[in-house]
């Protein structure tokens, strides 16, 4: 497809690069040129140095045949006025990047009103991924699957764990039949696991089950822990704001922490619910001083990636509260990953997966098999997606086991009349069903492509 991405910021940046190992033919605009120049030097892309709202400029970059148009500039009203220009000037679909919270109950008319095929807001979707967290402390990441009964489960194996040593092939048996690992991450290395694979310690395992099997086996496997009753958010930024309102509605405590006077002093007048501390979340002694021994969670959302890194590695020398660590960058994520972070969250990720369902989607439209989500696994190393089965096709009404998957794929689940089924050789997938498939090593838009040629 030919997809244009006014605004080349990191968000911007990030979808360009993923869009680009789609295959899509991108172009992106930005007003300043240095980051053109920085996109044209790393990207296959075509970048324009311009203002997205410019019909001239929207012209120079082909939007006459347009099938895809990203606004995400730093700005909401820039996004939402290049959207309507660039619907004037083709039949293409349009998404806008929409972040001040003075909006956030009007993106349904938004939406409607600016003929938006979607609104996205990484800070909103990164503050809803950390709220799931913090209710389910057991997993360092959960991927959510929008139509079926069922999520992933990302979770760390602890040394006194009786999953250390047990082989794939033993644990539906011996813990809960309902569940199964999807994957496993190994000194960076991401597998979909035989039944003769044995665990290890510290490896990061992709569980897919129903929110009550998931606490089944952890709790049989010594891995569950409850939700947490209070957070310490360092930082008063969107992402905080949109948290701090999840975590209040679920009868969470929260306290923040932010640096900037006059930000401290907006949050609480606008959330009187929360405790606003004036300080520098990075200052050790600010951190003891307000209890960070006694927290169970705490979420290091600062701006800088740096000082969240510190701020993380103090919170787990001084407390045994569950860690949210905000990382933008992902340039050094072999050496994070041996940091042993916990749960790590990329807003720039989060929206790319967004963006990039999306495309997947209308990719897949004449299959009439579209993917309902999608999730990017370990920096792209894996994908987990959910599909819709509209149709008959070579997936449909043959036993799985007599399926000719190809290599790294694995069905994990079948949601059918709001029952979740787990599946086994025998179980079939049929018309009307919801199915989450694991891939690693390559993309797919239909589900019939897991299929061996």
């Known amino acids: 497809m030919n997809i244009i991405i006014v605004g080349c910021g990191k968000v911007g940046y990030t979808i360009a690069e993923q869009l680009c190992k789609?295959?899509?033919?991108?172009?992106?605009?930005?007003?300043?040129?240095?980051?053109?120049?920085?996109?044209?030097?790393?990207?296959?892309?075509?970048?324009?140095?311009?203002?997205?709202?410019?019909?001239?400029?929207?012209?120079?970059?082909?939007?006459?045949?347009?099938?895809?148009?990203?606004?995400?500039?730093?700005?909401?009203?820039?996004?939402?006025?290049?959207?309507?220009?660039?619907?004037?000037?083709?039949?293409?679909?349009?998404?806008?990047?929409?972040?001040?919270?003075?909006?956030?109950?009007?993106?349904?008319?938004?939406?409607?009103?600016?003929?938006?095929?979607?609104?996205?807001?990484?800070?909103?979707?990164?503050?809803?991924?950390?709220?799931?967290?913090?209710?389910?402390?057991?997993?360092?990441?959960?991927?959510?699957?929008?139509?079926g009964n069922v999520d992933q489960y990302r979770i760390r194996i602890t040394e006194s764990s009786p999953l250390n040593g047990e082989k794939i092939m033993n644990i539906r048996t011996h813990y809960n039949k309902n569940i199964l690992i999807s994957g496993v991450l190994r000194n960076d290395e991401f597998l979909i696991p035989g039944g003769n694979f044995i665990l290890e310690k510290d490896d990061l395992i992709s569980i897919v089950a129903s929110r009550k099997d998931a606490r089944d086996f952890l709790k049989k496997t010594e891995l569950l822990t409850n939700p947490v009753k209070n957070v310490c958010i360092a930082g008063g930024g969107k992402i905080s704001f949109y948290l701090a309102k999840k975590l209040i509605s679920a009868s969470i405590g929260v306290k923040i922490i932010e640096s900037n006077e006059a930000r401290a002093n907006e949050l609480a007048e606008i959330m009187p619910e929360a405790t606003i501390i004036h300080?520098?979340?990075?200052?050790?002694?600010?951190?003891?001083?307000?209890?960070?021994?006694?927290?169970?969670?705490?979420?290091?959302?600062?701006?800088?990636?740096?000082?969240?890194?510190?701020?993380?590695?103090?919170?787990?020398?001084?407390?045994?509260?569950?860690?949210?660590?905000?990382?933008?960058?992902?340039?050094?994520n072999s050496v994070i990953s041996e940091l042993h972070l916990d749960s790590v969250i990329n807003p720039r990720m989060i929206t790319a997966d967004r963006i990039t369902r999306y495309a997947r989607t209308m990719n897949a439209a004449v299959n009439n098999n579209n993917v309902e989500t999608l999730y990017s696994m370990d920096e792209g190393k894996a994908e987990a997606l959910e599909f819709k089965i509209n149709t008959i096709s070579a997936i449909t009404g043959c036993p799985i086991k007599d399926l000719k998957l190809k290599p790294n794929s694995l069905i994990c689940s079948i949601s059918r009349k709001h029952k979740t089924i787990i599946p086994s050789g025998n179980d079939t997938i049929n018309v009307g069903d919801l199915v989450v498939v694991v891939t690693a090593g390559y993309k797919i838009s239909d589900i019939t492509e897991i299929l061996e040629d």
């Open 279 to 332: 300080a520098d979340a990075t200052d050790p002694g600010i951190l003891e001083e307000e209890g960070i021994e006694n927290v169970q969670g705490f979420a290091a959302l600062t701006g800088l990636d740096e000082e969240n890194i510190l701020v993380t590695l103090y919170a787990r020398k001084n407390s045994k509260a569950k860690i949210i660590t905000k990382i933008n960058r992902i340039n050094f």
């Open 22 to 147: 789609e295959g899509h033919d991108v172009t992106v605009i930005d007003e300043r040129a240095d980051v053109v120049n920085n996109v044209k030097n790393n990207l296959d892309v075509i970048a324009i140095h311009g203002n997205g709202v410019s019909n001239q400029v929207l012209s120079e970059a082909g939007i006459k045949s347009c099938h895809l148009f990203i606004a995400v500039s730093g700005s909401d009203e820039h996004n939402l006025l290049s959207c309507i220009v660039a619907k004037k000037n083709s039949k293409c679909n349009t998404i806008a990047r929409v972040r001040n919270p003075i909006y956030e109950k009007e993106l349904d008319f938004l939406k409607e009103e600016f003929d938006l095929a979607s609104i996205i807001n990484p800070e909103y979707e990164t503050a809803d991924e950390i709220s799931r967290i913090f209710q389910f402390p057991s997993a360092t990441k959960i991927n959510r699957f929008v139509g």
